[in-house]
């Protein structure tokens, strides 16, 4: 996987499907995944593959008359992959209470669900989320990830639902896959009931949520068995609670769901699913 800064420590968490839960848990600061530019703690990426950036500035070579076409950075986007591969390892941590942004506490994360074959959530949103950023670097899009990789633990659902402010983040995109009674199919996206930006952050939420429910509709049903138009409003969730950026979960589908699962257990349906994602926070940004 490539590019995407990262960062966060924290702790901890939990069991449980995703549905049910929030996600994230712990790991260890730090660590950036591809390209970025940065170390520790917060940072936002510059993919090297892309294209608006040219070129680190060399020192010794070129004039600074080459520049090109588009030298200013694009907008920041937060990608969140929901879970993590080492969660399940380390319940100690996982489980750990921390603030959920309605005044209580709720674990630090969750392991998160899997289709019955066995293939797991964390796996799911971990490349999924991968799919998406190629394809925002590809539009001048800078993103910066809430985990290093899919093997560590966490970060908390807290730390993750704070890093849209820290990097002064356009928009927040949480992914997962569902883990709901087989008989339900549909994707959709949740949104705080609790207008933690306040009004105007909340209006730009509703329109990332709508921008991303539209586009996602061209690979997958909106929700048969939960929220309203594929739209969901929720007070639970950390994540979403103690974002002050327009922030949005998206349950990609149900994966208990035996339709759903094919398409997320396939490379094309993730590429599928990728594609419209990005194609909603592309129409959320005006890009
Ligand atoms: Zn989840």
Known sequence: MRRAAVLLAASVLVLAGCGAGDPAATSAPGSTTTTAGSSAGTTSATPTTDPTTTAAPSTTAAPPTTTSTSPTPGPTVVLDPGHNGGNAADPGTINAPVPDGAGG??????????????????????????????????????????????????????????????????????????????????????????????????????????????????????????????????????????????????ECGNMRNAADAALMSSEAGRQALAQQLAAGVLAFLGR
């Open 105 to 250: 506490t709720k674990p630090c994360n969750t392991t998160g669900t899997s289709t019955d074959a066995g293939y797991p959530e964390h796996a799911f949103t971990w490349d999924v989320a991968n799919r998406v950023a190629d394809l925002l670097h590809d539009q001048g899009v800078q993103v910066v990830f809430t985990r290093a990789d899919d093997t560590g633990v966490g970060p908390c659902v807290d730390v993750r639902g704070e890093l849209g402010a820290r990097v002064g983040a356009a928009a927040f995109v949480g992914i997962h896959g569902d883990g709901a009674a087989p008989g339900g199919r549909g994707f959709h996206v949740i949104t705080s009931s609790l207008d933690p930006g306040g009004a105007e952050v909340a209006a730009a939420t509703q329109a990332l949520a709508v921008d991303l429910r539209d586009s996602l509709t061209a690979v997958e049903p909106v929700s048969d068995y939960l929220g309203t138009d594929g739209l969901d409003s929720r007070g639970d969730l950390a994540g979403l609670n103690l974002n002050t950026v327009p922030a949005v979960y998206v």
